[in-house]
């Protein structure tokens, strides 16, 4: 049998930074499983080209786009061009980054007072372990929903802040815990205005010719084996054995793979009840961002959820409109969620998001130059965004994730600090991570790691 000295299995972010990193601190005979038939998993698969929103503080990230010669831009923002709101019958009307501008002064200082309020709650939260925070239990034991509902009895406030958060995390508020909300929020909450933009096909493809490791695609993992002598990975390819293991997947496709002996029995649980929220992306390219041209930013919120909003993702010098949107799959029945058939049916979906478009943006967003859309759902690996858990799971199960079993060790952004837990950076910093565990396992030193 093959024998590497680290099997890496995923060669998304995560795996391929992991693998990385093991070459440049001297560990080598490191192989890339990869099930895909390229290399990038959730980064080329789930996000479109050219659109992988990074924040400024986002400095490890920053520095490894420049290392590997991607460029990074900001995205363009005009503040004086207007938001636009839709309403499920058809009604528009023009808002304020997503604020409806009718909303009275004591809903905005109500709106006000409950973001300094979660401000200093998610100050007390600890970004590594958030279930060892002071609250942890009390704040895990209620959904972001019940916990709003509980500071304001302001109803249009609440749906208002309500819809953002799904936005943000792609599940309803009622089936967020409250404790996951505050790390995911982090210390600066509503700080997210000034984004940079990066491509993440050329980030991964670039990673994967760097990687110093064999990457190896069309090679799905189903079994693991471990024992005192090693550990051997098993696909329809073949096996191959190797003295550690990086899982750089997510808990939501780890509960795909047979491991022998098997995993501790909470472990199994967290990756059965591992919680998923999938957004199909969308981009419809135009001959130029026309929307300007009529005072509009581009940026429109759809009450029925196909898409649930857009933004403009057009290039620095305008030379395309591009508009980027996002529709949820949690179903029609919470707000903003689209209708299964819809979701199943990309002809149809397409039919709908380009009838909105016009509905918000004028004729000219019928003729797009060109229109595509990342897949979300029936594939064969996890194309979640992020993962917002259920209450009572984090003090559960958030332990866990980092825990290694036996020789095998976990990365992937599901088990990165917060709040960069879920991003790219995430993803960036579980491979350091775990390379640092697999290095030190074999007296290997790896500096940087988070
Ligand atoms: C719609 C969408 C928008 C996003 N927008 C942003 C954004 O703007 N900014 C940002 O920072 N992040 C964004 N993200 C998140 C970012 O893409 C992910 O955090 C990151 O790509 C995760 O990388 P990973 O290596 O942890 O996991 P993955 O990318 O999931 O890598 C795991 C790899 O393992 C492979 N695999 C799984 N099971 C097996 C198996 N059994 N055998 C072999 N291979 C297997 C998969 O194919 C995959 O390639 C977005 C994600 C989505 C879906």
């Known amino acids: 049998m093959e024998h590497a000295r680290v099997v890496v299995v995923g060669g998304g972010v995560s795996g391929l930074v992991a693998a990385r990193a093991l070459h440049a601190h001297g560990v080598h005979g490191v192989v890339v499983l990869e099930g895909a038939d390229r290399p990038g998993g959730r980064a080329t698969e789930g996000l479109l080209p050219g659109s992988a929103f990074v924040r400024e503080h986002e400095r490890g990230l920053l520095e490894l786009a420049d290392e590997l010669g991607v460029p990074v831009d900001p995205l363009a923002h005009d503040p004086t061009l207007n938001d636009l709101r839709v309403d499920e019958e058809g009604g ?18 109500r709106g006000g007072r409950l973001l300094d309020r979660l401000t200093r709650l998610a100050a007390g939260i600890d970004p590594t372990a958030p279930w060892l925070s002071p609250r942890a239990e009390e704040l895990d034991s209620q959904t972001a929903r019940s916990w709003l509902r509980a500071h304001s009895s302001d109803c249009a406030l609440l749906d208002l802040i309500e819809e953002h958060l799904t936005t943000e995390a792609g599940l309803p508020a009622d089936r967020i815990s409250m404790l996951w909300l505050l790390a995911h929020l982090g210390p600066r909450p509503g700080d997210g205005k000034d984004l940079l933009r990066l491509d993440p096909v050329l980030l991964t493809d670039r ?28 696909g329809p390819w073949g096996s191959i054995a190797a003295d550690h293991l990086i899982m750089a997947i997510s808990p939501a496709d780890a509960r795909h793979i047979e491991f022998t002996p098997s995993l501790p029995s909470s472990r199994w649980r967290m990756q059965q009840q591992w919680p998923q929220a999938e957004i199909i992306q969308t981009e419809v390219v135009y001959w130029r961002p026309f929307w300007r041209n009529f005072g509009l930013s581009g940026q429109v919120h759809f009450d029925d959820g196909i898409p649930a909003w857009t933004m403009d993702n057009s290039p620095g010098d305008s030379s395309q409109g591009r508009l980027l949107a996002h529709t949820y799959t949690f179903g029609e029945a919470d707000p903003l969620g689209a209708d299964q058939e819809v979701i199943d049916e990309p002809a149809r979906h397409r039919g709908l998001l380009l009838d909105n478009l016009v509905l918000a943006l004028g004729p000219l967003a019928a003729q797009p130059l060109s229109y595509s859309c990342s897949k979300a759902g029936g594939g064969r690996y996890s194309r979640a965004y992020r993962c917002p858990a259920p209450p009572g799971f984090l003090t559960e199960y958030g332990p866990l994730l980092r825990r290694p079993v036996g020789r095998i060790h976990w990365a992937s952004t599901e088990t990165a600090p917060f709040p960069e837990n879920g991003n790219l950076s995430g993803a960036l910093s579980s491979g350091l991570r775990a390379a640092t565990e697999v290095a030190a396992a074999g007296a290997v030193r790896c500096p940087g790691a988070a």
């Open 207 to 234: 990673l994967s010719a760097g990687a110093g490791a064999a990457v190896r695609t069309g090679h799905h993992v189903g079994r693991v084996d471990q024992d005192h002598t090693g550990v051997r990975v098993h």
């Open 92 to 109: 528009i009307e023009l808002s304020d980054d997503n604020l409806p501008l009718d909303l009275s002064w004591w809903s905005r200082i």
